[in-house]
């Protein structure tokens, strides 16, 4: 029975969206709407509605049987800086030993409470919970926060202490006008080792369970209000799929959601199992390995920005370049390559005048005057969205941008360009106040008539003004940026792939290196020692700009490089495709109990200790076959399969005695479901394909 499947992708220029018949996957309808950073949920909603409006389908929305959302708030919030104020309550934790070390700015938040109490490595209690103090602290904080996040030493060898703390923060931040304010525990996102990281990766959990919360409502809103009833689902990092409610509780598990859609839709497009994946958007450009039709999981933990964190996330290469990068004159001597392209994402010259075309007027002026050095072709427009905290200085300048974009030359020429002025307005574009426009690789296109969807005079005029201070011609201006373009995604590629083999590319400090990979991706003619450089893996190329960049990425690594059909919306595709997977490890250990020896285990719902190994290893396997089953289902599975993977350590003793010391088990558990679907009752008459 052929049901339907509608994917959304929020990226940093476009929102996707796309209808899948499955099984087969066959793409029904694509769409695409400018991501609205003020407000992400305009953008969504113009993609849904954009996707139903396709005239190639008479898709209802009242026939959808399952959506599924992939998204980069929580990324791009924890890059920025952004979240809700939390407090994080560490049970156990030396606050003199997190100072020394200086792991407090490491935390994810200023306001950290210690509380004493906390177990040992064998999962006994260290010291008792001060129940006094916790309390003491969750009624002092619940008019502050909106969130919680707990974080007990040893807690994932016995959570007890964090699971007590949770049930007083829900019992004392209750009301009936109110309900309980969310708690994150960090034995819940994690089962490993790493006391700092597990609580950074609770704190920053709890931070962005406001806003997945905002998201998600606002997206189901408009789901409901377009009458499609289907259960939503939520791209993890993994790539694996959520329902929405879960993604609600652990909103830290959907970093790196974008990157593992893209890998997923990747593979499903081309087919192909042993392939880079390169997905270029129009903020970055993300470099993942798939092997034998499985994409790679960073067994350290996502890092997103400086945060490292315990969540299992695709391990993607990522680099700041897109379409949208900025490009302009490199201010260092550079041997083959004049221009210095991203990592700052700005808006393209021919987007903003397609939606201010008086900027031409303004370009074409400046291209009239003397020629204004690095300020030449670069806008700003004042952001949307509600501004706040700003100085006297920074309102003026931004008052002054309400009515309309101005060049930075006129807006620096009302302070005297003074570098304060500069360093004032850097900063407000950086904090997303103000937004920037230049010229872009995008420009660059629709000025070599290879993309027509903007205004290309603007983007001719752009090109102009930047090759005007190279001392180039537009054309020639224009392949350059490119060749460009394609050589840094190459350079990109040879990095991650010499990172896997476990060695750290240092281009700036290795100049002999950095020379030889030049002389291999832009090939001069003037010297005499030729440099050539093969990647044996094939490529999929995918995003919106993939097609005008990859081909030439592909010929100077010597690779074969695929850009298959609906490639510019593979994010979209990979939303929906995937499964809901579930991991969860469960260790055992030999103790020492009164002098007997004993085999303990490590569950959720704390410790249990067995006499021999077998019982244990029974024991642990049949508790967590159930648990992982529930887990699965509330994630939103269906018809729910359990793999168990056993580990015994062991070490070889003296030769003398003979044989191996046992030191442990690890029980590796993986539930592997289908997303449920919208109930048999719901669905509307079956939907009628057209051929247009």
């Not at 916790?134 to 969130?147: G, K, M, N, P, S």
């Not at 958007?281 to 993300?286: E, H, I, N, S, V």
């Amino acid at each position: 029975m052929m049901t339907i499947a509608l994917g959304i992708d929020t990226g940093g220029t476009y929102t996707d969206a796309v209808l899948l018949a499955q099984p087969g996957d066959q793409v029904l309808a694509t769409a695409k709407s400018l991501t609205t950073h003020h407000n992400l949920s305009l953008g969504i909603n113009a993609a849904i509605t954009a996707v139903f409006e396709h005239p190639s389908h008479d898709i209802r929305p009242q026939a959808v049987d399952m959506v599924s959302l992939s998204t980069t708030l929580a990324t791009n919030a924890i890059v920025e800086g952004q979240g809700s104020p939390i407090c994080l309550i560490l049970i156990g934790y030396s606050p003199d030993l997190i100072r020394k070390f200086g792991f407090e700015k490491e935390l994810g938040t200023a306001n950290i409470v210690y509380v004493a109490g906390g177990h040992d490595i064998l999962g006994n209690e260290a010291a008792p919970l001060d129940e006094e103090a916790l309390i003491h602290t969750i009624v002092a904080q619940r008019d502050q926060v909106e969130a919680f996040a707990i974080s007990g030493y040893f807690g994932v060898r016995n959570p007890a202490h964090e699971l007590r703390a949770r049930q007083l923060v829900q019992e004392l931040t209750a009301s009936d006008e109110h309900d309980p304010l969310p708690v994150t525990c960090g034995h819940e996102l994690s089962t490993r080792l790493n006391s700092v990281r597990r609580a950074t990766t609770a704190a920053l959990n709890a931070r962005l369970i406001p806003l997945l919360i905002d998201l998600i409502s606002t997206v189901q809103a408009a789901l409901n209000q377009l009458g499609v009833s289907a259960p939503l689902m939520v791209v993890k990092g993994d790539g694996s799929l959520v329902r929405a409610g879960w993604a609600m509780d652990r909103p830290i598990e959907t970093i790196l959601s974008g990157p593992a859609a893209s890998v997923i839709g990747a593979w499903r497009l081309a087919g192909e199992k042993d392939v880079w994946v390169v997905d270029m958007g129009g903020t970055t450009t993300d470099i993942a390995s798939l092997q034998n039709g499985l994409p790679r999981v960073n067994p350290d933990g996502a890092r997103v920005g400086r945060w490292q964190t315990m969540v299992e996330a695709i391990d993607v290469f990522t680099v700041g370049l897109g379409g949208d990068s900025d490009v302009r004159a490199c201010r260092r001597t550079q041997r083959y390559d004049p221009l210095a392209i991203g990592p700052r994402r700005v808006m393209p010259l021919s987007l903003l005048a397609h939606q201010y075309p008086q900027i031409t007027a303004k370009l074409r002026a400046q291209l009239a005057e003397p020629e204004q050095g690095d300020e030449s072709g670069r806008l700003v427009l004042a952001q949307r969205k509600h501004l706040r905290h700003l100085s006297e200085a920074e309102a003026e300048l931004v008052a002054q941008l309400q009515a309309g974009p101005q060049t930075t030359h006129d807006v620096l020429g009302h302070y005297r360009v003074t570098a304060p002025a500069l360093r004032r307005m850097e900063r407000l574009i950086d904090e997303r106040k103000l937004i920037l426009s230049a010229f872009t690789p995008t420009d660059a296109l629709h000025v070599l008539g290879l993309l027509a969807v903007w205004d290309t005079e603007a983007a001719r005029l752009g090109a102009e003004l930047l090759a005007r201070q190279l001392h180039l011609d537009v054309q020639t201006l224009c392949e350059r940026v490119l060749l460009g373009v394609s050589s840094r995604i190459a350079q990109a590629l040879v990095s991650k792939t010499l990172l896997d083999d476990g060695i750290i590319p240092q281009w700036d400090q290795e100049p002999t290196a950095a020379e030889l990979l030049a002389r291999a991706l832009y090939q001069p003619q003037a010297v005499d020692l030729d440099s050539s450089i093969t990647l044996r893996r094939p490529v999929i190329g995918i995003g919106a700009p993939a097609a005008a960049f990859m081909p030439r990425t592909g010929a100077q690594l010597h690779t074969h490089v695929t850009i298959p059909e609906h490639a510019e919306v593979a994010n979209a595709i990979g939303a929906v495709v995937g499964s809901v997977v579930q991991h969860r490890t469960v260790e055992i250990q030999p103790v020492e109990i009164r002098l007997r020896a004993r085999f303990r285990s490590y569950l959720p719902d704390g410790i249990h200790d067995f006499a021999t190994l077998g019982e244990c290893v029974r024991f642990a396997e049949a508790a967590t076959r159930q648990t992982i089953i529930a887990q699965a289902r509330q994630a939103g599975a269906q018809q729910v399969e359990v793999r168990m993977q056993r580990l015994d350590h062991t070490a070889p003793v003296q030769e003398a005695f003979g044989g191996e010391l046992y030191l442990g088990t690890d029980l590796i558990f993986t539930a592997v479901g289908r997303p449920s679907l919208r109930a048999e009752g719901n669905r509307g008459h079956p939907p009628r394909l057209t051929d247009n």
